[in-house]
């Protein structure tokens, strides 16, 4: 299964009652023609049964979850959702370099609180991974490295995220607090991030402090420390569930749309399109995937560009 859309939102479903969304999902043979035994009928051939499902975001429905989101009105004295954003943008700004302090000027360091927001820049990590049965290819942005990368190929990389919250003040806070940790534990966990850093806030954006935290130690930390309101072990499981019915499922060509309504308990699977890709596949990526492993090498720089292009513009 191969994805480049928010998959965290599936994962946090048995947790996150108020979060709606919508998926394009397909499916693709893989591989090229085999030769079967011969048989008194004669030879016969046919493509290997081995087919990979595709997700995407549903990017209409994904700007217009936004729009809205940024047109609600503010509570009073509360800042608006754009200027929450900013905030985020700009802590980023003021805690990135774009190389090693070797590299770079002791001017341009100090000039950091100056420079204007820029929520271009950015790596993509592209991880295989599994859940349960299912062997996944995802997809998806990551804000920095602690270090460089390294030299080894299959070596891990030491990715951060870097997020904002709320000071903590009280009880409240702090719920408020752990359904964070949930999206941030989860969409590092997906994407091979070892490290989050958190930026603590007032109410007014300015930086108080920073916590350094381990993503494979956030479940149980909220277990120890919090109100136990998820369980990481659950989301796992859950998607694990949900990804196995889902290929058992979806066993006809044409699109599908995986849809969960705000506030809803059900996760819906509709059939859009009785044939085709839609637009999850490019024709490109189709006919090289059909060629199977002749012309792999001098195309795998290509698919790689393409995979990264389709996931940037993803992004925006």
């Not at 920073?210 to 277990?223: A, D, F, R």
């Not at 809803?264 to 059939?271: A, D, G, N």
């Not at 024709?283 to 290509?302: C, H, K, M």
Request: proline residues 3%; glycine residues 6%; hydrophobic residues 35%.
């Amino acid at each position: 299964m191969e994805t480049q859309t928010d998959f965290g939102k599936i994962m946090a479903t048995p947790f996150d009652n108020m979060s709606g969304f919508e998926m394009n999902a397909t499916r693709f043979q893989v591989g090229k023609p085999i030769e079967r035994m011969k048989t008194r009928a004669g030879p016969d051939s046919a493509y290997d049964t081995n087919f990979h499902s595709f997700i995407e975001e549903n990017h209409l429905h994904k700007l217009e979850s936004r729009q809205a989101q940024h047109s609600q009105p503010s509570y009073k004295g509360a800042p608006s959702q754009d200027l929450m954003s900013f905030w985020g943008y700009k802590f980023e700004t003021l805690s990135l370099i774009p190389d090693q302090w070797d590299s770079i000027s002791r001017e341009l360091i100090e000039s950091r609180e100056d420079m204007g927001v820029n929520n271009y820049a950015q790596y993509c990590s592209v991880v295989k991974t599994e859940i349960g049965k299912a062997k996944l290819v995802i997809g998806g942005e990551v804000d920095a490295l602690w270090d460089c990368k390294p030299q080894i190929k299959d070596a891990p990389i030491n990715w951060i995220e870097l997020k904002t919250s709320a000071e903590i003040k009280n009880e409240r806070d702090m719920l408020k607090y752990e359904r964070k940790l949930l999206k941030f534990w989860i969409q590092s966990f997906l994407l091979g991030v070892p490290k989050i850093i958190v930026g603590f806030r007032t109410k007014t954006g300015i930086l108080q402090r920073l916590e350094e935290l381990e993503t494979k130690n956030i479940p149980s930390m909220v277990k120890r420390r919090g109100k136990g309101t998820w369980d990481g072990n659950i989301c796992i499981n859950f998607t694990a569930s949900f990804l196995d019915w889902l290929k058992q499922t979806i066993t006809t060509d044409g699109v599908w749309r995986i849809r969960r309504k705000e506030r809803s308990p059900v996760i819906e699977l509709v059939k859009n399109e009785d044939s085709g890709y839609g637009d999850i596949l490019s024709r490109d990526f189709i006919e090289w995937r059909s060629r199977g492993t002749d012309g792999e090498t001098q195309n795998l720089e290509a698919a790689k560009t393409r995979l990264f292009e389709s996931i940037n513009d993803a992004a925006y």
